[in-house]
């Protein structure tokens, strides 16, 4: 028989448990001592733009609890 989602019972786990879940096994996953690929200068710069738009105060931010307060208004969580 397959392992399922439901064959492990985690179809009834809360919401906020099925996050830890996914938090856990994404820490368990860890991160190879090198790289395993490299990026394009072009990429690298793609990467840094947002940052040195924010530093230049072109991007309004949105705070992290203003999100979820949101997240839990729409979807109860």
Same mark, same amino acid.
């Given at each position: ?29 860890? %991160? ?42 729409? %979807?109860?969580?």
């Amino acid at each position: 028989m397959a392992t399922t989602f439901q064959s492990l019972g985690l179809d009834k786990l809360s919401q906020n448990k099925k996050i830890a879940l996914v938090d856990d096994l994404w820490d368990d996953l860890g %991160y190879p001592e090198e790289p395993t690929h490299t990026l394009s200068e072009a990429q690298l710069n793609e990467l840094q733009r947002p940052m040195a738009e924010a530093a230049a105060g072109n991007i309004a931010w949105i705070p992290l609890e203003d999100v979820r307060t949101d997240i839990e208004r729409r %979807y109860g969580a």
